[in-house]
Nanobody, 119 residues
Framework: QVQLVESGGGLVQPGGSLRLSCSAS??????????MGWYRQAPGKQRELVAV???????NYADSLKGRFTISRDNAKNTVYLQMNSLKPEDTAVYYC???????????WGQGTQVTVSS
């Protein structure tokens, strides 16, 4: 199994910044981690991709978030980060961490962390 611990969510004013972190541990990743990513789900909406990063460090983003959000990872710490800048009220959602094992066959989800952008 794999345990994912997310942190960094909270309440922020429009235009502010937050940095989310997600650390993975467990037997399912003893050979390493593959793709890592962040997704989000706003009230009444489907879960959507925010950003993903491969083990080699390449990244892909939802088109609407390019330029404001940055995903990064530390393979030695089995941790993925999401730097969110210039936050808008429409960024309010529960943000979920997503981690694949090294083989990319298995995927694990975090419990989610709430991000609320409001004045």
């Amino acid at each position: 199994q794999v345990q994912l611990v997310e942190s960094g969510g909270g309440l922020v004013q429009p235009g502010g910044s937050l940095r989310l972190s997600c650390s993975a541990s467990g037997s399912g990743i003893i050979f390493g981690i593959g793709t890592m990513g962040w997704y989000r789900q706003a009230p009444g909406k489907q879960r959507e991709l925010v950003a993903v990063t491969t083990r080699g460090g390449s990244a892909n983003y939802a088109d609407s978030l390019k330029g404001r959000f940055t995903i990064s990872r530390d393979n030695a710490k089995n941790t993925v980060y999401l730097q969110m800048n210039s936050l808008k009220p429409e960024d309010t959602a529960v943000y979920y961490c997503n981690v694949h094992d090294r083989s990319e066959r298995y995927v694990y989800w975090g419990q989610g962390t709430q991000v609320t952008v409001s004045s």
